[in-house]
């Protein structure tokens, strides 16, 4: 199964009991507004999801692994995502630690 | 930007909608993404890019502090893979209109 931007859109009209297009509108806005973050090179951060960044990537040798040629990678700008502990966490079905009690736990 | 500035920012968008409904849908946006993982379900949100899990294996390691040895178990973590004019943009080419 595959939860797709339209799968999203239901869910908020459910929520906010708002019109389909409406909650089109919506959800369009909220990736339109992190792609236009991202694309100033802009950091996004979702706490509980996780942070998108802009990471820089230096020019570098390579080789074609199909010819074997010598080429030259340009730098270029690369986007990363790294996920939050709790997203992580979540995904193993591990119960969220919070941080006093991680403390706790080392002394 | 942060999650609270978003909602700042889709106010500025949306006069007509409430503070309260905003993080609503923000919030809604952000915890379907999760649980979908949670399912193993991929998540594919079009123009923007895809989340999906991938698997890790155990291995074994080392506490850097004490040096005692520990066995990490398998585990899954999300995955994102930005879409094509995601990816172009973010290093400043436009993709080709057609």
Known sequence: MTLTKGDIIELVCARLQCSRTEGAELVEAVFQLMKERLERGEKVKISGFGNFTVREKRARRGRNPQTGEDIVIRGRKVLSFKPSNVFKRAVNHRPVRSRALRTAEQT | ?98
Do not use: W
Not at chain 2, 41 to 68: C, Y
């Open chain 2, 1 to 98: 930007m942060t999650k609270r500035e978003l909602v700042e920012e889709l106010g500025r968008r949306f006069p007509y909608c409430s503070r309260r409904d905003l993080e609503l849908v923000v919030h809604t946006v952000f915890r379907s993404m999760v649980e979908a993982l949670q399912k193993n379900d991929r998540v594919e949100i079009r123009g923007f890019g895809t989340f999906q899990l991938r698997q890790r294996q155990g291995r074994e390691a080392r506490n850097p502090k004490t040096g005692a040895p520990l066995h990490i178990a398998p585990k899954r973590v999300p995955f994102f893979r930005a879409g094509k004019e995601l990816r172009l943009r973010v290093d400043g080419r436009k993709p080709d209109k057609a």
